[in-house]
């Protein structure tokens, strides 16, 4: 197939360089626009981002030209890596403008009319769409990804639907990577933990329901959750130990299969950055963790391990993944992707 180009806004961030990076060999996106603050505007990409990824900067992105974030000048497809700040008006302009907008922003994840995918478990949500532009008068959309924590939680619960979600509690331990760059203080979180990151566990418990609910994500989720947000010295990757209340009494086996057995349309479409598994079930009984087991999948796969039941609640289980990948630049770029397989919306 012909390429489809694709703008980037946010692109000299850290979210941004992640989109830049990971779409360097895409089979089917082609960066060719990169947007950012006024302060950038005019610059050669190689100098307006101080890239802070292990990998090389791609040299396709070297020699753009930095421009100014404002609908028309760049791609129908943007992927939005602006800082909450000010990602809601000027996203909302760009999908006026006619563009598509993949959101990794909090500020329309909410939006009853805004689809919060993960596509391996909420796909059918992208039909609320059609309502969106209708309501909206937009001739373009918004596609909003979760919260960096809640699609890992997401993925640990979707494959316990089965068995009827009742209630959960989620204690996270989230990488310094999850604040930006320069990110939390050194003499703040080494050799310690920091017990708060400012409206995270609202997110994560609000977004949740929304992601597992009904009626294209109109409809939240019944389960009650509570959530415990700190923030640890690890760079990327964000642990979470996850106790659940089920409906059904379920075995441990019938509960491990249901982990291992779990895909969703991504795996069934094969799409191109789609992980084979989507849940890595562990075994032994000091996994996941984040220095080995973060890049699974290409960053794409949440590791579940200590898996067993719980003398609170049902069962209890550690579930892993990779913030600024699969939490951040790598979930758009699995919904673009599941857009254009689906609606063939973005050519």
Partial sequence: MTKIDVGVLGATGMVGQQFVARLEHHPWFNVAW???SERSEGKRYD???????????????????VDVCEPGRGPTV??????????GDVEEAFARAGHIVLSNARNHRMDPL?????????????????????????????????NCSTVVLAM???????????????STMQAVSGAGYPGVPSYDILGNLVPFIGGEEEKIESEILKILGTDEGRTNHSMAISAHANRVPVIDG??????VRLEAKAQ?????????????RPQELKLPTAPMPAILLRDEPDRPQPRLDAERGGGMAVSIGRLRPCP??????????????RGAAGASILNAELMQAELQCLS
């Fill in 34 to 36: 990169v947007a950012a």
């Fill in 47 to 65: 100098l307006a981002s101080a890239w802070r990824l292990p990998t090389p900067m791609p040299e396709a992105v070297r020699g753009l030209i």
């Fill in 78 to 87: 943007v992927f939005s890596a602006l800082d909450a700040g000010v990602a």
């Fill in 114 to 146: 805004v689809p919060l995918l993960v596509p391996e478990i909420n796909a059918d949500h992208l039909s609320v769409l059609a309502v969106q532009r209708k309501v909206k008068g937009w001739s373009g959309a918004i596609v909003a990804n979760p």
């Fill in 156 to 170: 640990a619960l979707a494959p316990l639907r089965r068995f009827g979600l009742v209630s959960a509690v989620v």
């Fill in 238 to 243: 964000h642990t979470m130990t996850v106790s």
């Fill in 252 to 264: 441990l086996d019938d509960v491990r299969e249901a982990f291992r057995t779990f895909a969703g």
């Fill in 312 to 325: 609170v609640m049902s069962y209890r289980l550690v579930a892993l993944g990779h913030n600024t990948v």
